[in-house]
């Protein structure tokens, strides 16, 4: 079935640092959306994007859907401690109606 | 406007129990979800209900049941409790069709002697 893969798995940054978490898949995504969770918490939605090529921003994070809308990438400018957590990107079609699936996740440290 | 409330927060069963995980949202979503999550594989869906008196399988529903009893509430039971049931199982809702934001509750810790 789709596999939306996300790369790192893991990584730590010093505080003030920049950091990118990519997510990428075989097949054509419908649309991207990108959550975040924080140690023993629960996925928060962040953002949607749906366009070829489109680029977000919020704050200090940008958002980017790539042009053939297989990858996606979410990068941090400046981390700071309360950029701490788990970063999920999900294609919002792939599994079929209403269902979403999601990567495997960058977990992400700041080192203060 | 609680949300996404999940019931109860931690369990620990032993092998062979039985048990239900309650979720109720307030947000007048018609569609809501069960995920597991574990160390390293994202959020692996169970099944979700589209709209009240539907569900449908998801990804991994094998020892699982659910029950849409209302537009509100979605539960999730475990008929006998296998060890590699062992997860944190979150409860999501959105509103009905494609591409839309999905609302999750606090999570069950739930662990699986």
């Known amino acids: 079935g789709q596999q939306v893969m996300q790369i790192p798995q893991y990584q730590h940054v010093q505080e003030g640092e920049d950091f990118t978490t990519y997510c990428n898949s075989s097949?054509?995504?419908?649309?991207i959306q990108w959550y975040k969770q924080r140690p023993g918490g629960h996925p928060v939605f962040l953002i949607q994007l749906v366009k070829s090529g489109e680029v977000k921003k919020q704050k200090r994070l940008t958002f980017q859907f790539g042009e053939a809308k297989k990858n996606s990438s979410l990068h941090i400018t400046a981390t700071q401690t309360t950029d701490v957590g788990t970063y999920f990107c999900a294609d919002g079609l792939s599994g079929g109606y209403q269902k979403v699936t999601f990567g495997t996740g960058t977990k992400l440290q700041v080192i203060p | 406007n609680a949300g996404v409330t999940q019931t109860p927060k931690f369990q620990v069963l032993k092998t062979g129990q039985s048990m239900t995980l309650q979720c109720a949202q307030d947000?007048?979503?018609?569609?809501m979800y069960w995920y597991r999550q574990d160390p390293g594989m994202g959020l692996r869906l169970i099944y979700y209900?589209?709209?009240?008196?539907?569900?449908d399988k998801g990804e991994v529903p094998n020892g699982y049941n659910v029950s849409r009893l209302n537009k509100r509430e979605f539960s999730l039971r475990l008929e006998s409790a296998a060890p590699s049931q062992t997860s944190v199982y979150f409860c999501a809702s959105s509103h009905r069709g494609n591409n839309q934001p999905q609302h999750f509750g606090d999570g069950t810790r739930l662990s699986i002697l």
């Open positions: 947000m007048n979503h018609n569609s």
């Open positions: 209900s589209a709209s009240e008196g539907t569900t």
């Open positions: 097949t054509t995504l419908s649309n």
